[in-house]
Each structure stands twice: as C-alpha cells, then as structure tokens.
DNA sequence: CGCGGAATTGATGTGCATCAACTCGGGTGG
DNA sequence: CCACCCGAGTTGATGCACATCAATTCCGCG
C-alpha cells in the first residue's frame, strides 16, 4: 500500500494480537470509550446498535481483512456494538499511536483517509440497498457481496458458510426472518444456488448479478424512478 | 477546533471561495475526477447517484457549514452528483494540498478524521432510518434533521423554506411523492406543523420527537425487533 | 391568459410483515 | 445412547402500509 519496509515495520509493532475469541464474546460495546481499531484475521464479527428491549439493527458483518471501529473516532465513544460470531482472531491497534504514526508518514496518513473514506462509500450502497431495492434484490446483493469479498481474501466465491442466523439477516437487510426464508428456498427452486442450512453454493452468478441491477428479464422494474 | 491562529491562517489561505453558483448548476457530477472537497456557505445542495435512465437516488441534502465530497477520498473519483437547489455560495478545498497541510498540523489532521468518521456515523442513522421506520416516523425525522441543523447554524429551527421538492424528499427517504404529500397534510391535520407549499413552521417539537423514537402513544410500535 | 410541472387527493393493488403451525437438528441430562 | 427439549428455520394464511394509478388543483412563468 505505498509504504518503504521501515514504515511496514513501524507500523506493525503497534499492532497487538490477541488470542482467540469465541462465538458471542463482544469485542466492545455501545458507549464504551474508543481506543482501538479492530482488524479480523480470520472469522467474522457481526456490529450492531442494540435498544432497550433486546431488539437490535444489524449494521454490519466483518469478515477477514476488515477494520472495525471507525466510526467511534469522532465521539471517542463506540456507538455500536460488536460481537464474533464464530471463533475468531482479532487484531487491536491502538488509534491514538496509529494517528501519531501517520503524522510522520504521509502515505499512512492517506492510506486513513482513504480507509475513512471507503467506509463512507460502503454505507452509500447499503443505503441504496435498503432506498430502492425490493426483497430479492437485496438478498442477491447480500450473497454477491459476501462472495466478492472472500474471492478477494483467497477463498472461494461460490462455496461458503455463513457464521450468521437467518434472523440477522433479515435484520441487516431491512426484511422479516421469514422471507428470508422463502427467498433462499426460491433461489433455490430457480437453481440459483444451492442451500443446506448454512452451506452456500452460488449456481448462477449472472442472473444474481442481473437480479443486484433489478433487471431481471432485461428490463427495468416497475418503479419509475430506478 | 483547537488550531492556532497561525494554523488557521493556513488553512484559509488554501480555501477558495466562488461565485454564486444558481438553482440547477452542478459542483460535480459523478465520474469527475477529485480535486475538491466543497463547503457550503449559503444556500443548499443535493447529492445524488444518477442512474442512465433519467432517475436517481437522493443521498442527502446539505445545508450552511456542511462539507461534501469526502466520499471521493478513496478512488479519486466522484462517486455521485452534487447540484445546487437554489442560488448558494460554495467554497473549494484543493484536497491534495489540505493533506499537505494536515501532516503539518497534528489538531487539523485529528480534525480531518472526526470529520470523515461523522460522515459514517451520520450514513448510519440514515440506514437505521431506511430499515426500521415506517413513512410517518421517517419524515418526522427528516424534518427535525433540518431544524437542527439550521438551528446550530444561528437560523430558526422551526420556521424554514424546504428548497428541495416532495418529489427529492420522497426519493431521499425512499417513499413516494404522493405518501411524503399525505404525510404534511396529516401532520398538519394533527396540529405538529404549519405547511404552505415550501414554507414549513414546526409546532409541536415534543411530539415529532416522540415519532422519531418509534413511541407514539407512549409504546413501542409493532416491530418486535425494535 | 393559458400552459406545464409540482402538489394534492382519492381509489386500487401488492409486496412483504405478521401471525400461526410445524419441522428439524443439536445439545443436555438421565 | 436415547428421549427430551428448545431455539432456528421453514411453510402457509392473512392483513396492512405504502406504492401505484388516475384525476384534479394549484401555482409559477412565459
């Protein structure tokens, strides 16, 4: 990422690894002071906004290579939640030194400003997802999304298990358990993917893409404004 | 924000400010290469995702003091277009060279992750807003957005023009023209407004924040996740 | 004065939430 | 090792909030 072996190396010995947690350990908590960034090594962590009665929104899931946490630099305070949701290694690094850091490192500090930047881009087409996009749609643009991402860690893209319940899901995407359900059970029918609980395997990724355009049978859909 | 006179002096020496730009003019439009980042001085502007067949997605509206453009860090590249909703005066931030400045100035640079990290805290409230509220609870909150942040601006937070059209606030909080129309007259109807085409009076701030929390009539609403 | 886009208002349709019943699997304790 | 249980997931029936369609009305502007 632009950075002379020294700067790797600076930067690397403020980063802590820590041991191992389990499914359902929190990482932080809504409130808590911020004084770290969060990295996933391997697993994956689910973050959420949780309310008085046990309700919560799923805001996101973190699989490896991720950073967690950015969004607790303005207030010093985490306004969300994060919880593993399978055995998971987690890195730490402490933001006041990498700030330090990137005062003496010009390309650090861009690399953070792109970081910061990327993540507002993200929510964008989440927001998108949840303005315009009908029920089906939004679970194509879930499964590509979580297929892109492990392709671009090494793993494979049309063969995967999600750590998370249907009921996360639903809630992540703005819809009840319940169509989740039926969705996966239709993509099924349509011999889009295949499922066995939480065993994937994506069949026909063109017509999920077309599916993620709303263009299913080569047209827009109904609404005016898409 | 904690600069020095001096470092302020910096930083307004790299501010460029223009003429006034009119109702309809774009500061940029998706695809343009970054440069700038922009700040509003008067006036307003939306940004929004063109898509070729003439329709869009409103992604926010910016008011005086607002910033825009920290979406295009990242790939140097404007993701979205901005245009002017009515006659405004918008200030240029070369990017290249405020990075510049803020490896020079630690406060600034601290400044500059606030500000991006804000930027994702707001997108996640709009999130939360698209996936868990129903229409009435989402232009309740619109409107209290407004009036919050003209009134940190030193203008009246219950007495304002709307610049945008029902057609733009619809977009933005993804419900229909027709449903953002029924929802003014009834909220008039319920004595929380006063509505005249553009020109809004909010009257009852208690209630609409009621609404904003899911809890009209004292109770959580039907949503069993909430 | 008359045109056209924006806004309102009413009637109708539908996608998805909700409610309810059932199945499945995995963990626990006898 | 099996019986039981309980939460997760599936499937079906019903209802409703909001989109869509359609018809006016209301300005702003030439």
């Known amino acids: 990422m632009g950075l002379s072996p020294d700067d790797v190396e600076r930067l690397d ?133 979580i297929s892109g991402r492990l392709r671009k860690r090494g793993f494979s893209a049309t063969d995967f298990y999600l750590s998370m319940s249907r009921h996360e899901i639903g809630n992540y995407l703005g819809l009840a358990v319940e169509t989740v359900s039926r969705l996966f059970t239709r993509f099924q029918d349509d011999g889009l993917l295949h499922v066995e609980r939480k065993h994937i395997q994506l069949i026909d990724l063109v017509r999920l893409e077309a599916m993620v355009n709303g263009t299913v049978n080569g047209g827009p859909n109904h609404r005016h404004w898409k």
């Open 13 to 145: 010995s403020i980063v802590k690894r820590n041991r191992p947690l389990h499914r359902g350990d929190h990482l932080f908590r809504e409130g808590d002071g911020f004084r770290f960034l969060y990295v996933v090594t391997t697993g994956s962590v689910k973050t959420y906004t949780p309310s008085e009665d046990g309700g919560e929104q799923v805001l996101g899931f973190h699989l490896p290579g991720e950073i967690i946490g950015l969004d607790a630099i303005q207030s010093e305070r985490h306004c969300c939640s994060a919880r593993v949701l399978e055995t998971s290694a987690i890195c730490e690094i402490p933001f006041d030194r990498l700030e330090e850091l990137s005062s003496f490192i010009p390309s650090l500090q861009h690399q953070m400003y792109r970081l910061l930047s990327r993540e507002i881009g993200q929510d964008t087409e989440m927001l998108m997802l949840l303005a315009k996009k009908n029920a089906e749609e939004r679970l194509a643009t879930f499964l590509l999304s």
